[in-house]
């Protein structure tokens, strides 16, 4: 596994929650390379107007946009949304197919996981994805994913202060853990990290961004975000992993805890959170924002993990004593 820093720009370019790699459009950053209006088969948009893969009532994806009544509009663009989904579906059917008919011809997993360009873990998913049960419906949606990972809330302090919060939580629990470095350097904050660590909207901060993976299965996106005029220059913006830990890192520059808050937020994908977290069409993910101030009140570290939803549980724990049924 390469866990050297990639050499790219930021993958959020402009803004960290435009959702696009190299500054490209949400749609042109999904898992398929391309916007939704070239996933049909032959590269044909479902909504270019052909004759079988028109919307429902024949209508366009530009005659959907010009209709006057709103309500209409909405009903038909619904409608529209309904048809596209039967055509994933079907799509992850036939994709399903092709996989398992190139592995029964003999071709290892590894091999087909290097021509599709994903990891072999999500070619075992695509081996899932689209399976009919027995009443002929597709029960993609409710089948159990392949790898659930915990997440505690909050999480134990010993944990936290480890070599790798995720590696020591997936170590207990029995998973081959492994985290790959994505991005270090500046990046304009976000409106709700610019927040937790009390600078400007869009003025730059310090980003080290990462990759973690469960049983070679991409689960989560985790960025630390930190203030340019306070880590800028330090060994926190150096490439590559922190060591022996990041926690120990801050602590090394005179920081010292004093108290964090935590957000979780459902919602569906950015662009890149899909295509990076390798999730299928419809999967969303859970945001955690946890923002660490030092015991002076200053803003110190503000941790953001994008979770894949459907491969995480998150239990949490009430304080012994201080609760009531």
């Given at each position: 596994?390469?866990?050297?820093?990639?050499?790219?720009?930021?993958?959020?370019?402009?803004?960290?929650?435009?959702?696009?790699?190299?500054?490209?459009?949400?749609?042109?950053?999904?898992?398929?390379?391309?916007?939704?209006?070239?996933?049909?088969?032959?590269?044909?948009?479902?909504?270019?107007?052909?004759?079988?893969?028109?919307?429902?009532?024949?209508?366009?994806?530009?005659?959907?946009?010009?209709?006057?009544?709103?309500?209409?509009?909405?009903?038909?663009?619904?409608?529209?949304?309904?048809?596209?989904?039967?055509?994933?579906?079907?799509?992850?059917?036939?994709?399903?197919?092709a996989v398992v008919e190139a592995?029964?011809?003999?071709?290892?997993?590894?091999?087909?996981?290097?021509?599709?360009?994903?990891?072999?873990?999500?070619?075992?998913?695509?081996?899932?994805?689209?399976?009919?049960?027995?009443?002929?419906?597709?029960?993609?949606?409710?089948?159990?994913?392949?790898?659930?990972?915990?997440?505690?809330?909050?999480?134990?302090?010993?944990?936290?202060?480890?070599?790798?919060?995720?590696?020591?939580?997936?170590?207990?629990?029995?998973?081959?853990?492994?985290?790959?470095?994505?991005?270090?350097?500046?990046?304009?904050?976000?409106?709700?990290?610019?927040?937790?660590?009390?600078?400007?909207?869009?003025?730059?901060?310090?980003?080290?961004?990462?990759?973690?993976?469960?049983?070679?299965?991409?689960?989560?996106?985790?960025?630390?975000?930190?203030?340019?005029?306070?880590?800028?220059?330090?060994?926190?913006?150096?490439?590559?992993?922190?060591?022996?830990?990041?926690?120990?890192?801050?602590?090394?520059?005179?920081?010292?805890?004093?108290?964090?808050?935590?957000?979780?937020?459902?919602?569906?994908?950015?662009?890149f959170e899909a295509a990076t977290?390798?999730?299928?069409?419809?999967?969303?993910?859970?945001?955690?924002?946890?923002?660490?101030?030092?015991?002076?009140?200053?803003?110190?570290?503000?941790?953001?993990?994008?979770?894949?939803?459907?491969?995480?549980?998150?239990?949490?724990?009430?304080?012994?004593?201080?609760?009531?049924?």
């Open positions: 596994m390469n866990d050297g820093v990639s050499d790219a720009r930021s993958p959020y370019g402009a803004s960290p929650m435009d959702g696009s790699p190299g500054g490209l459009s949400q749609t042109d950053g999904s898992p398929y390379g391309a916007s939704l209006g070239d996933t049909s088969p032959g590269g044909a948009s479902p909504m270019d107007g052909s004759p079988d893969e028109r919307s429902p009532g024949g209508a366009s994806l530009d005659e959907l946009v010009v209709i006057a009544d709103p309500v209409e509009r909405a009903r038909a663009i619904s409608l529209a949304i309904a048809d596209r989904q039967d055509l994933i579906a079907e799509l992850a059917r036939l994709r399903r197919e592995q029964a011809s003999g071709v290892r997993q590894d091999a087909i996981a290097r021509r599709l360009g994903v990891t072999p873990g999500r070619v075992s998913q695509m081996r899932s994805a689209g399976a009919r049960d027995a009443t002929g419906g597709h029960p993609e949606a409710c089948q159990a994913p392949r790898v659930v990972v915990r997440r505690a809330l909050p999480t134990e302090p010993a944990v936290r202060g480890s070599a790798s919060l995720f590696m020591t939580e997936a170590e207990r629990q029995g998973i081959r853990a492994g985290r790959r470095m994505l991005y270090v350097g500046p990046e304009p904050a976000a409106g709700h990290i610019a927040a937790a660590l009390r600078v400007e909207p869009g003025a730059d901060v310090l980003a080290r961004r990462k990759m973690l993976l469960a049983d070679d299965v991409p689960v989560r996106i985790a960025t630390s975000y930190f203030r340019l005029d306070v880590f800028g220059g330090t060994p926190i913006a150096a490439p590559d992993f922190v060591r022996p830990s990041l926690q120990a890192g801050i602590e090394a520059l005179g920081h010292r805890f004093g108290h964090a808050e935590e957000h979780l937020v459902a919602r569906p994908p950015t662009g977290l390798q999730l299928d069409p419809g999967e969303w993910v859970v945001q955690v924002l946890r923002a660490g101030y030092g015991d002076d009140g200053t803003p110190v570290h503000t941790l953001e993990t994008i979770c894949a939803a459907s491969r995480h549980v998150f239990p949490i724990a009430q304080v012994t004593g201080a609760d009531e049924f």
